[in-house]
């Protein structure tokens, strides 16, 4: 029986001695290899292969897990692109730092867009934002698969200081409210925005 690895790297940016070591460890395996949403899968190998590879993964990529947050993707922001309106690099690297991999009631995607472009596709993530010209525009309960839907925007204008905190916020809202093995969207349609306080 076959089975397959995702590998994740910072925000899921590889550089090229990582791109190298994957497709070694992918020709030295027998495996396939391919770009994927979350990062990297090398498919089409055996058990045994697929415990050996994690064993050996290059400094810096290590394997997604399910139930987790298992994907943070970001694009360059205003740190290598002209229609970004957002720095998007530190932000991404404290989440992905922090939170990559942590352990939640479903798994968990994260997407830091610079402008409405939004290249890191932050309307069909769990937790998204999106840079405007006065600030981080903030999108959670997207999904894609066979019934994809569009998030739902909770806050504007926020800078990196506040769409840093809200996003803190929402992990560990997620993660103390939902039942177990609920997706994030059914979480909040169920609850509502979290922002919200009722008494």
Known sequence: MKTSIILHSLFSEFSRDQLHAIMDLADEFDGKFRVVVTGIQIYDITKDAKEAIIKRLPEGVQPVKHAAVNS????????????????????????????????????????????????????????????????????????????PKGGEILAKGLSVEDTQAKIEFLLQWYKENAMPKEKFDHCLARLGNPFIVTE
């Open 72 to 147: 943070v993707v970001a694009c360059r922001g205003t740190d290598g692109c002209s229609h970004a309106f957002m720095q998007t690099m530190p932000l991404a690297k404290y989440i992905d730092e922090k939170y990559f991999g942590e352990t939640m009631p479903n798994k968990v995607r994260v997407g830091i867009s610079g402008c409405p472009r939004c290249c890191a596709e932050p309307m069909i993530k769990d937790i998204g934002v999106y840079g405007m010209p006065d600030g981080f525009v903030l999108v959670v309960g997207g999904k894609s698969g066979n019934r």
